[in-house]
Nanobody
Framework: QVQLVESGGGLVQPGGSLRLSCAAS????????MSWYRQAPGKERELVAH????????NLIDSVKGRFTCSRDNAKNTVYLQMNILKPEDTGVYYC?????????????WGQGTQVTVSS
């Protein structure tokens, strides 16, 4: 079965950095778009970044452009989110995500999430 396991979250001061990892298993990782979402307290979950199967194209939301990068290592079945110059508004639970379609039905898969807290 599909499993996504995030790691790397924690408490960091504003301006600091963290690197999140998501280890994937149970599917052919190298053929799937992978995404990072986050959910701040009291807010809806939002898409932060996604990366194409080859890693050649990544997209980030405007609020993190220039600070975050998304990458993947298909040999390790792992996707990363490097977060630099962190701000308090980056605080939230970060989730790894992928989806697939089987006979026209979409299936979404989520990790358990990793908490990121940016505070002095």
């Amino acid at each position: 079965q599909v499993q996504l396991v995030e790691s790397g979250g924690g408490l960091v001061q504003p301006g600091g950095s963290l690197r999140l990892s998501c280890a994937a298993s149970g599917f052919t990782f190298s053929t799937y778009v992978m995404s990072w979402y986050r959910q701040a307290p009291g807010k809806e979950r939002e898409l932060v970044a996604h990366i194409t199967p080859s890693g050649g194209i990544t997209n980030l939301i405007d609020s993190v452009k220039g600070r975050f990068t998304c990458s993947r290592d298909n040999a390790k079945n792992t996707v990363y989110l490097q977060m630099n110059i962190l701000k308090p508004e980056d605080t939230g639970v970060y989730y790894c995500h992928t989806n697939k379609r089987v006979v026209g039905v979409r299936y979404d898969y989520w990790g358990q999430g990793t908490q990121v807290t940016v505070s002095s």
